[in-house]
Each structure stands twice: as C-alpha cells, then as structure tokens.
C-alpha cells in the first residue's frame, strides 16, 4: 500500500527522526551555500548564462551544487574532529520530496529552534540567501551566530558582509540580459533578508 504524505507531513518525520538521533542535545548547525553562493555566480558569469535552460539545471547541479555540499561536508567533518556536535545540512538527500526553497528554509528553521545551540557560517555564506535566512532566524531564536573561525558574527559584520555580496551581484548582473534572471532572483532574494537583519541590527 502507498501512502501519499504532504510536504509537511515529510517534514514532521525528518524532525521526529532528528530528535530520536539527537534527544535533548543542541549541536552546532553549520550554515552554508548550497543552490546558490560565490560558486553560482562565478559559474554562471562564466558558463550558466551561455548553456541553453534544457542543458543549464544539470550543469549547474554539477558545478555549483555538488561542490558546495561537498565543501559543506568536508567543514562539517572538521568540526566534528574538533569534538564539536555539528548538523550538517547539505547531507539531507530529498530529491524525492519536491520541496521548493521555501519548504526547505521552513524546515531548517524548525531543526534551528529545535536543536540548535548555535550557528556557524562558512566562508561566501553572504552570497547565499539561504544562509541570510538563517542568519535572521538564528537571532530570532536567541542563537549565538559565528564565522567559519568561531569569531562573533555581529549583525553589524553580517551586513557589511551581505553589503559586498550585493555589489558583487549588481556589478555581475545585465537588467538587459534575460539570462541574468538567476542572478536577479539571487539579488532580490539576499536583500529582502538583509533588510530584515538591518531591522534586527537597529533594535
């Protein structure tokens, strides 16, 4: 017998399975680039905004999104060496689920109130607006946010870094071009949460 679970149904299962690995321990959750980061604009600058859309989800998925989670991975397995309890999210395999973004940001977002104790971001988390989410719901939840080295990542720091990540952007992206559509969504995406995480810095 089949049995058809909703989006939100799948989430529930992947918590309860989280907390009866976890139980009542917070460990650290590590924020990283996965769809998008510095890696997504340097490749489509130089070879996404050239493929044909049939051809580009692939070879991005080859360029961008296999390399950040294994650098995902790889930081993940460092920490863990270093005796820190860490969550790794890129090693969530749900192809299957058909999540979109927002589906996957919402259930992060339960694993940070949940079990998370803080949140340390990997170095090009600025160009990722998964991570900018993550940032913002991490001061939400009271969570103390660090850079990749473990130093304090004030709100003030995040938004210089965020800051740059959009000049970048900017700079990169042609209004003219439909091509650049990624990197316009990636834009807007980014600055709709550092506009939120201003309103955190501000008090």
Known sequence: MNIELTGEQLADVALSTLRAALGSERYQYLSGPITGGRRLLTW????????????????????????????????????????????????????????????????????????????????????????AFEYRRAAAHGLARVDVDGHELAPAAALDLLATALGRIDEAHDPADPRDEVLARLRDAIAFQTSLIAAIARG
């Open 44 to 131: 489509h600058l130089a070879e996404g905004r050239l493929l044909a859309a049939e051809r580009r989800r692939n070879a991005c998925r080859r360029a961008v999104i296999e390399p950040n989670i294994a650098d995902l991975r790889e930081e993940a397995n460092r920490q863990r060496a270093a005796g820190i309890r860490t969550i790794e999210p890129g090693s969530f395999e749900a192809d299957f689920v058909h999540w979109g973004q927002a589906e996957f940001l919402a259930f992060w977002d339960r694993v940070l109130e949940r079990h998370a104790s803080r949140v340390r971001f990997v170095s090009g988390w600025e160009f990722s607006a998964g991570c």
